[in-house]
T-cell receptor
């Protein structure tokens, strides 16, 4: 069975802390994505990666960075957490290739609260 | 840029009612279209998809038809159940740097009462 796991379901951090969110997939997918989900805004893409050590900015990359050292693992980093980064963070992965019909598989999400 | 607009929620229906959730899109080229569902406490999962005009996607009693002339992909189900209560997201795919990227609508929360 396809599986995307995220390191924490709930996380509470203080303003200014460095925060790491980890995502692991077991499907040998080359593409991995980080989204944030906010009420009324749907999902917005933060960063994605189409290969190890490769990364591309999504629609809202400011305040975030990512790391992809191994194919199965994609980390989202908040260098200095701020209260406006309080949100649900979702990781996803998809099959390699250029087809526009490939499904993305999502993890359960991490609800981050920054106080 | 590409965008997806869904009908505003929340939507509340009684069991066995007919469901329509509207979705329209703006895109260059010919994207694939998707409906994802998020059950309480879970991540998103693919409900159905359509890859070209006039295609109909279907799953679990839900259907949606890719209408290029009206740029729409409305979700329908003839008789909803309490277990269909969830948040539904319409999305389109676009290629960026050779990788497929999804653009999501804002989501529609559906509650079904027994």
């Amino acid at each position: 069975d396809v599986k995307v796991t995220q390191s924490s379901r709930y996380l509470v951090k203080r303003t200014g802390e460095k925060v790491f969110l980890e995502c692991v997939q077991d499907m040998d997918h080359e593409n991995m994505f980080w989204y944030r989900q906010d009420p009324g805004l749907g999902l917005r893409l933060i960063y994605f990666s189409y290969d190890v050590k490769m990364k591309e900015k999504g629609d809202i990359p400011e305040g975030y960075s990512v790391s992809r050292e191994k194919k199965e693992r994609f980390s989202l980093i908040l260098e200095s957490a701020s209260t406006n980064q309080t949100s649900m963070y979702l990781c996803a992965s998809s099959s390699p290739g250029h087809s526009l019909s490939y499904e993305q598989y999502f993890g359960p999400g991490t609800r981050l609260t920054v106080t | 840029g590409d965008s997806v607009t869904q009908m505003e929620g929340p939507v509340t229906l009684s069991e066995e009612a007919f469901l329509t959730i509207n979705c329209t899109y703006t895109a260059t080229g010919y994207p694939s279209l998707f409906w994802y569902v998020q059950y309480p406490g879970e991540g998103l999962q693919l409900l159905l998809k359509a890859t070209k005009a006039d295609d109909k996607g279907s799953n679990k009693g839900f259907e949606a038809t890719y209408r290029k002339e009206t740029t729409s992909f409305h979700l329908e189900k003839g008789s909803v159940q309490v277990s269909d209560s969830a948040v539904y997201f319409c999305a389109l795919s676009q290629t960026v740097q050779g990788a497929q990227k999804l653009v999501f609508g804002q989501g529609t929360r559906l509650t079904i009462n027994p």
